[in-house]
Protein backbone atom coordinates (compact mmCIF):
# COMPACT_ATOMS: atom_id res chain seq x y z
CA UNK A 1 0.00 0.00 0.00
CA UNK A 2 2.67 2.44 1.08
CA UNK A 3 4.48 1.26 -2.27
CA UNK A 4 1.50 2.23 -4.23
CA UNK A 5 1.35 6.02 -2.44
CA UNK A 6 4.80 6.46 -3.01
CA UNK A 7 4.26 5.61 -6.95
CA UNK A 8 0.87 8.01 -7.28
CA UNK A 9 2.91 10.55 -5.61
CA UNK A 10 5.71 10.43 -8.07
CA UNK A 11 3.47 10.49 -10.63
CA UNK A 12 1.85 13.27 -9.19
CA UNK A 13 5.22 15.13 -8.71
CA UNK A 14 6.49 14.56 -12.62
CA UNK A 15 3.41 15.63 -13.66
CA UNK A 16 3.35 18.87 -12.04
CA UNK A 17 6.99 18.90 -13.00
CA UNK A 18 6.22 18.99 -16.68
CA UNK A 19 3.27 21.22 -16.52
CA UNK A 20 6.37 23.67 -15.50
CA UNK A 21 8.32 23.17 -18.19
CA UNK A 22 5.20 23.65 -20.63
CA UNK A 23 4.49 27.16 -22.39
CA UNK A 24 1.55 28.82 -20.18
CA UNK A 25 -1.87 28.99 -21.79
CA UNK A 26 -1.36 33.25 -21.66
CA UNK A 27 1.88 33.53 -22.83
CA UNK A 28 2.87 30.53 -24.84
CA UNK A 29 1.77 28.48 -27.33
CA UNK A 30 0.31 30.72 -30.83
CA UNK A 31 -2.59 28.20 -31.80
CA UNK A 32 -4.77 29.15 -34.59
CA UNK A 33 -8.47 28.26 -35.46
CA UNK A 34 -10.00 27.95 -38.60
CA UNK A 35 -13.12 30.13 -38.73
CA UNK A 36 -16.30 31.12 -40.86
CA UNK A 37 -18.40 34.40 -41.51
CA UNK A 38 -21.10 35.01 -44.28
CA UNK A 39 -21.06 37.71 -47.01
CA UNK A 40 -23.97 40.69 -47.11
CA UNK A 41 -25.28 38.04 -50.12
CA UNK A 42 -24.68 34.75 -48.34
CA UNK A 43 -21.17 33.16 -49.03
CA UNK A 44 -19.78 31.73 -46.66
CA UNK A 45 -16.23 32.64 -46.15
CA UNK A 46 -13.88 30.07 -44.43
CA UNK A 47 -10.19 31.26 -43.44
CA UNK A 48 -7.61 31.01 -40.17
CA UNK A 49 -7.63 33.22 -36.90
CA UNK A 50 -3.97 33.64 -35.86
CA UNK A 51 -4.36 35.15 -32.02
CA UNK A 52 -1.38 37.84 -30.72
CA UNK A 53 0.53 36.00 -28.16
CA UNK A 54 0.91 36.96 -24.16
CA UNK A 55 3.24 39.89 -23.37
CA UNK A 56 3.82 40.50 -27.15
CA UNK A 57 0.51 41.38 -27.59
CA UNK A 58 0.74 44.50 -29.50
CA UNK A 59 -3.43 45.06 -29.87
CA UNK A 60 -3.47 45.29 -33.86
CA UNK A 61 -4.73 42.18 -36.40
CA UNK A 62 -3.48 42.15 -39.59
CA UNK A 63 -6.27 41.28 -42.64
CA UNK A 64 -4.81 39.19 -44.92
CA UNK A 65 -6.04 39.15 -48.87
CA UNK A 66 -4.45 36.54 -50.79
CA UNK A 67 -3.89 36.34 -54.74
CA UNK A 68 -5.27 34.46 -57.18
CA UNK A 69 -5.94 34.15 -61.09
CA UNK A 70 -8.78 32.62 -62.96
CA UNK A 71 -6.50 29.96 -64.06
CA UNK A 72 -4.24 28.91 -61.48
CA UNK A 73 -6.74 29.50 -58.67
CA UNK A 74 -5.46 31.40 -55.28
CA UNK A 75 -5.63 30.76 -51.21
CA UNK A 76 -4.84 32.02 -48.23
CA UNK A 77 -2.40 28.99 -47.61
CA UNK A 78 -0.54 29.53 -50.51
CA UNK A 79 3.06 30.58 -51.14
CA UNK A 80 5.09 31.78 -48.31
CA UNK A 81 1.85 33.31 -46.64
CA UNK A 82 1.50 31.08 -43.66
CA UNK A 83 5.23 30.88 -42.82
CA UNK A 84 4.43 35.41 -42.82
CA UNK A 85 1.44 34.64 -40.74
CA UNK A 86 3.36 32.76 -38.08
CA UNK A 87 6.17 35.61 -38.13
CA UNK A 88 3.21 38.03 -37.58
CA UNK A 89 1.61 36.08 -34.53
CA UNK A 90 5.55 35.69 -32.85
CA UNK A 91 5.73 39.38 -33.34
CA UNK A 92 2.66 40.05 -31.42
CA UNK A 93 0.34 40.49 -33.99
CA UNK A 94 -3.26 38.81 -34.78
CA UNK A 95 -4.24 37.79 -38.20
CA UNK A 96 -7.03 36.90 -39.89
CA UNK A 97 -6.66 35.25 -43.35
CA UNK A 98 -9.40 33.93 -45.51
CA UNK A 99 -10.12 32.71 -48.93
CA UNK A 100 -12.06 34.42 -51.14
CA UNK A 101 -15.78 33.31 -52.36
CA UNK A 102 -15.29 30.68 -55.29
CA UNK A 103 -11.71 29.55 -53.52
CA UNK A 104 -10.21 27.11 -51.34
CA UNK A 105 -12.90 26.25 -48.47
CA UNK A 106 -14.90 29.47 -49.29
CA UNK A 107 -17.63 27.94 -51.93
CA UNK A 108 -20.99 27.48 -50.15
CA UNK A 109 -23.61 29.72 -50.72
CA UNK A 110 -27.19 30.35 -49.22
CA UNK A 111 -29.22 29.96 -52.16
CA UNK A 112 -31.89 31.66 -51.95
CA UNK A 113 -29.75 34.98 -50.51
CA UNK A 114 -27.22 34.61 -52.90
CA UNK A 115 -29.47 34.46 -55.96
CA UNK A 116 -31.33 36.98 -55.24
CA UNK A 117 -30.61 39.14 -58.07
CA UNK A 118 -33.28 41.94 -57.20
CA UNK A 119 -30.70 42.34 -54.45
CA UNK A 120 -27.35 41.30 -55.72
CA UNK A 121 -28.01 41.69 -59.14
CA UNK A 122 -24.30 41.12 -59.73
CA UNK A 123 -24.99 36.99 -58.87
CA UNK A 124 -26.48 35.84 -61.94
CA UNK A 125 -26.32 33.26 -64.40
CA UNK A 126 -24.48 35.80 -66.65
CA UNK A 127 -21.51 36.27 -64.52
CA UNK A 128 -21.42 33.06 -62.63
CA UNK A 129 -21.45 29.58 -65.02
CA UNK A 130 -24.40 27.26 -63.85
CA UNK A 131 -24.76 23.74 -64.42
CA UNK A 132 -28.25 21.95 -64.88
CA UNK A 133 -31.57 23.24 -63.97
CA UNK A 134 -31.34 23.23 -59.62
CA UNK A 135 -30.08 26.69 -58.38
CA UNK A 136 -26.40 25.48 -56.90
CA UNK A 137 -26.16 25.82 -53.13
CA UNK A 138 -21.48 26.47 -54.23
CA UNK A 139 -19.95 28.12 -56.19
CA UNK A 140 -16.34 28.21 -57.39
CA UNK A 141 -14.12 30.63 -58.99
CA UNK A 142 -14.15 28.72 -62.18
CA UNK A 143 -17.21 29.36 -63.18
CA UNK A 144 -16.70 33.49 -62.69
CA UNK A 145 -16.17 35.46 -65.73
CA UNK A 146 -13.67 37.68 -65.51
CA UNK A 147 -15.72 41.23 -64.82
CA UNK A 148 -17.36 39.39 -61.79
CA UNK A 149 -14.02 39.52 -60.00
CA UNK A 150 -14.45 42.90 -58.61
CA UNK A 151 -17.34 42.12 -56.03
CA UNK A 152 -14.78 40.11 -54.10
CA UNK A 153 -14.56 43.15 -52.40
CA UNK A 154 -17.94 42.27 -50.41
CA UNK A 155 -15.85 39.35 -48.94
CA UNK A 156 -13.28 42.12 -47.56
CA UNK A 157 -15.72 44.00 -46.02
CA UNK A 158 -17.09 40.73 -44.17
CA UNK A 159 -13.72 39.79 -43.20
CA UNK A 160 -14.21 43.46 -41.20
CA UNK A 161 -17.18 42.98 -39.75
CA UNK A 162 -16.06 39.71 -38.45
CA UNK A 163 -13.01 41.50 -36.83
CA UNK A 164 -15.27 43.72 -35.18
CA UNK A 165 -17.98 41.24 -33.60
CA UNK A 166 -14.48 39.75 -32.21
CA UNK A 167 -13.37 43.51 -31.31
CA UNK A 168 -16.60 43.52 -29.06
CA UNK A 169 -15.54 40.20 -27.52
CA UNK A 170 -11.96 41.79 -26.78
CA UNK A 171 -10.67 39.31 -28.81
CA UNK A 172 -8.85 42.24 -30.78
CA UNK A 173 -9.11 45.36 -31.14
CA UNK A 174 -10.57 46.33 -34.79
CA UNK A 175 -9.70 50.09 -34.45
CA UNK A 176 -6.11 48.88 -35.44
CA UNK A 177 -5.95 47.22 -38.76
CA UNK A 178 -3.11 46.53 -40.98
CA UNK A 179 -4.76 45.64 -44.30
CA UNK A 180 -2.13 43.59 -46.27
CA UNK A 181 -2.48 41.93 -49.62
CA UNK A 182 -1.04 39.90 -52.29
CA UNK A 183 -1.58 40.18 -56.02
CA UNK A 184 -5.02 40.92 -57.19
CA UNK A 185 -5.93 40.80 -53.37
CA UNK A 186 -4.18 43.60 -53.14
CA UNK A 187 -6.13 45.34 -55.88
CA UNK A 188 -9.22 43.82 -53.94
CA UNK A 189 -7.49 45.31 -51.02
CA UNK A 190 -7.29 48.95 -52.10
CA UNK A 191 -10.75 49.36 -53.82
CA UNK A 192 -12.23 48.15 -49.98
CA UNK A 193 -10.24 51.07 -47.96
CA UNK A 194 -11.13 53.41 -51.02
CA UNK A 195 -14.49 52.52 -50.13
CA UNK A 196 -13.90 52.36 -46.06
CA UNK A 197 -13.02 56.24 -47.33
CA UNK A 198 -16.18 56.73 -47.88
CA UNK A 199 -18.19 55.25 -45.71
CA UNK A 200 -19.29 56.76 -42.00
CA UNK A 201 -21.55 55.71 -39.53
CA UNK A 202 -24.79 57.37 -38.52
CA UNK A 203 -24.33 58.76 -34.84
CA UNK A 204 -28.29 59.71 -34.97
CA UNK A 205 -30.05 56.50 -34.63
CA UNK A 206 -33.46 58.12 -35.04
CA UNK A 207 -32.73 60.43 -38.02
CA UNK A 208 -35.11 59.44 -40.24
CA UNK A 209 -33.13 61.43 -43.27
CA UNK A 210 -29.22 61.20 -42.73
CA UNK A 211 -27.48 64.83 -42.07
CA UNK A 212 -24.19 65.20 -43.33
CA UNK A 213 -23.40 66.53 -39.58
CA UNK A 214 -24.98 63.44 -37.78
CA UNK A 215 -22.48 61.28 -39.41
CA UNK A 216 -19.28 60.11 -37.82
CA UNK A 217 -15.77 59.97 -39.24
CA UNK A 218 -15.02 57.91 -42.30
CA UNK A 219 -14.97 53.97 -41.21
CA UNK A 220 -11.46 53.89 -42.77
CA UNK A 221 -10.10 55.27 -38.96
CA UNK A 222 -9.59 52.33 -38.00
CA UNK A 223 -7.11 51.24 -41.02
CA UNK A 224 -3.41 51.79 -39.68
CA UNK A 225 -1.49 51.12 -42.76
CA UNK A 226 -1.50 48.82 -45.96
CA UNK A 227 0.84 46.61 -47.61
CA UNK A 228 0.26 45.57 -51.40
CA UNK A 229 2.39 43.07 -52.45
CA UNK A 230 2.79 42.99 -56.19
CA UNK A 231 -0.36 45.10 -56.72
CA UNK A 232 -1.80 45.47 -60.50
CA UNK A 233 -3.81 48.07 -61.74
CA UNK A 234 -5.96 45.51 -63.37
CA UNK A 235 -8.67 42.55 -61.45
CA UNK A 236 -8.78 40.04 -64.29
CA UNK A 237 -9.89 41.41 -67.56
CA UNK A 238 -10.55 44.91 -66.03
CA UNK A 239 -8.32 47.71 -66.16
CA UNK A 240 -8.92 49.90 -62.61
CA UNK A 241 -6.94 53.12 -61.40
CA UNK A 242 -5.07 51.95 -58.69
CA UNK A 243 -3.90 55.31 -57.58
CA UNK A 244 -7.51 56.38 -57.43
CA UNK A 245 -8.09 54.07 -54.83
CA UNK A 246 -4.84 54.80 -53.23
CA UNK A 247 -5.62 58.56 -53.06
CA UNK A 248 -8.30 59.21 -50.41
CA UNK A 249 -6.06 56.74 -48.20
CA UNK A 250 -3.05 58.23 -48.33
CA UNK A 251 -3.37 61.65 -50.03
CA UNK A 252 -6.68 62.61 -47.61
CA UNK A 253 -6.91 60.16 -44.78
CA UNK A 254 -2.75 59.92 -44.46
CA UNK A 255 -2.87 56.10 -44.29
CA UNK A 256 0.55 54.88 -44.57
CA UNK A 257 0.62 52.61 -47.95
CA UNK A 258 4.16 50.36 -48.91
CA UNK A 259 4.19 48.51 -52.10
CA UNK A 260 6.49 45.46 -51.85
CA UNK A 261 7.35 44.03 -55.56
CA UNK A 262 10.19 41.91 -56.81
CA UNK A 263 13.61 43.88 -58.25
CA UNK A 264 12.88 41.99 -61.63
CA UNK A 265 8.81 42.46 -61.57
CA UNK A 266 8.02 44.83 -64.23
CA UNK A 267 4.53 44.77 -63.98
CA UNK A 268 4.75 45.51 -60.20
CA UNK A 269 7.52 48.09 -60.56
CA UNK A 270 5.40 50.19 -62.52
CA UNK A 271 1.82 49.86 -61.22
CA UNK A 272 4.08 50.99 -57.65
CA UNK A 273 5.29 53.57 -59.71
CA UNK A 274 2.31 55.31 -61.05
CA UNK A 275 1.14 55.67 -57.53
CA UNK A 276 4.04 57.17 -56.02
CA UNK A 277 4.19 59.46 -58.76
CA UNK A 278 0.27 60.45 -58.88
CA UNK A 279 0.29 61.64 -54.93
CA UNK A 280 1.58 64.42 -53.88
CA UNK A 281 5.46 63.66 -52.49
CA UNK A 282 3.92 64.24 -48.50
CA UNK A 283 1.44 61.78 -49.18
CA UNK A 284 3.09 58.66 -46.89
CA UNK A 285 3.30 55.75 -49.82
CA UNK A 286 6.16 54.35 -50.66
CA UNK A 287 7.75 51.58 -52.64
CA UNK A 288 10.14 48.56 -51.71
CA UNK A 289 12.09 46.55 -54.45
CA UNK A 290 13.42 43.17 -53.03
CA UNK A 291 16.36 43.29 -54.59
CA UNK A 292 17.07 39.77 -57.69
CA UNK A 293 13.63 38.97 -57.41
CA UNK A 294 11.34 38.28 -60.05
CA UNK A 295 8.76 36.50 -57.67
CA UNK A 296 5.22 37.97 -57.51
CA UNK A 297 2.54 37.70 -55.03
CA UNK A 298 2.75 35.20 -52.06
CA UNK A 299 5.48 33.57 -54.08
CA UNK A 300 7.37 36.67 -52.86
CA UNK A 301 7.15 35.89 -49.20
CA UNK A 302 9.55 34.20 -47.67
CA UNK A 303 12.12 34.46 -44.74
CA UNK A 304 14.03 38.38 -45.25
CA UNK A 305 10.83 39.43 -47.47
CA UNK A 306 9.10 38.93 -43.95
CA UNK A 307 11.08 40.57 -41.88
CA UNK A 308 10.79 43.64 -43.54
CA UNK A 309 7.41 43.73 -43.43
CA UNK A 310 6.85 42.86 -40.09
CA UNK A 311 9.47 46.00 -39.31
CA UNK A 312 7.16 47.98 -42.08
CA UNK A 313 4.18 46.99 -40.03
CA UNK A 314 6.04 48.04 -36.17
CA UNK A 315 7.01 51.26 -37.87
CA UNK A 316 3.77 52.14 -39.04
CA UNK A 317 1.71 51.29 -35.52
CA UNK A 318 4.65 53.12 -33.52
CA UNK A 319 3.82 56.56 -35.38
CA UNK A 320 0.13 55.92 -35.43
CA UNK A 321 -0.01 55.35 -31.76
CA UNK A 322 -2.27 53.16 -29.32
CA UNK A 323 -5.84 53.09 -30.43
CA UNK A 324 -8.46 52.43 -27.63
CA UNK A 325 -10.19 49.87 -27.94
CA UNK A 326 -14.06 50.61 -28.79
CA UNK A 327 -17.35 48.76 -29.14
CA UNK A 328 -18.54 48.56 -32.58
CA UNK A 329 -21.87 47.23 -32.40
CA UNK A 330 -21.94 47.24 -36.32
CA UNK A 331 -25.57 45.06 -36.11
CA UNK A 332 -26.97 47.62 -34.65
CA UNK A 333 -25.52 50.96 -36.76
CA UNK A 334 -26.34 52.31 -39.84
CA UNK A 335 -23.89 53.24 -42.56
CA UNK A 336 -23.79 55.89 -45.36
CA UNK A 337 -21.52 56.82 -47.78
CA UNK A 338 -20.30 60.23 -48.52
CA UNK A 339 -18.73 59.75 -52.05
CA UNK A 340 -18.62 63.94 -52.73
CA UNK A 341 -17.66 66.43 -50.43
CA UNK A 342 -21.03 68.20 -48.96
CA UNK A 343 -22.94 65.51 -51.13
CA UNK A 344 -25.92 63.68 -50.27
CA UNK A 345 -25.80 60.61 -48.24
CA UNK A 346 -26.06 56.95 -49.65
CA UNK A 347 -27.36 54.72 -47.71
CA UNK A 348 -25.15 51.65 -47.29
CA UNK A 349 -26.21 49.50 -44.36
CA UNK A 350 -29.22 49.69 -42.02
CA UNK A 351 -29.45 48.88 -38.34
CA UNK A 352 -30.61 45.00 -37.79
CA UNK A 353 -28.32 44.17 -40.35
CA UNK A 354 -24.78 41.79 -39.78
CA UNK A 355 -22.81 42.78 -42.49
CA UNK A 356 -21.88 45.85 -44.42
CA UNK A 357 -22.29 45.47 -48.88
CA UNK A 358 -20.04 47.36 -50.78
CA UNK A 359 -23.21 48.38 -52.90
CA UNK A 360 -20.92 51.48 -54.59
CA UNK A 361 -18.86 49.02 -56.79
CA UNK A 362 -19.91 50.50 -59.96
CA UNK A 363 -18.79 54.43 -58.43
CA UNK A 364 -15.51 53.05 -57.49
CA UNK A 365 -15.08 51.57 -60.34
CA UNK A 366 -15.65 54.60 -62.81
Given at each position: ????W???L?A???AA?L??L?????F?Q???E??T?????????S??F???????D???????L?D????????????????LF?????????????D??????????N?EV???T??F?????????????????TI???????G????????V?????Y??????????????V????????????A??V??????R??????N??????N????E???I?????????????N?????S??V??A??T???????Y????????D??A???V??????A??K??A???SS???????DG????LII?????????????????K?I??????Y??????R??L??KAG??????N?V??L??
Amino acid sequence: MQSLWRSSLMAGLAAAFLALLAPSAAFGQNKNETVTFKSADGVTLSGTFYPSGGKKDKKTVVLYLHDFDHKNGGGAAKGGAPGLFKALQDAGYAVLAFDFRGFGDSKDVNKEVFWDTRKFGYNTPLNIRRKGTKVPETIDHKDFVPGYYVYLVNDVAAAKAYLDRANDRKEVNSSSVIVMGAGQGATIGAMWVANECYRRKDKNKDNVFPNLANLGDPECKDIAGCIWISAISRIENRNVSLSKWVSPAAKTNKIPVAFYYGARDTNGDKAADYVVKALPKDAPVKKRAIEGSSLVGSKLLDGPTNKLIIKDVENIIEGRGPRELIEKKIEGNTYYYVLVKGGRPILNKKAGEDVPPVNVVQQLLQ
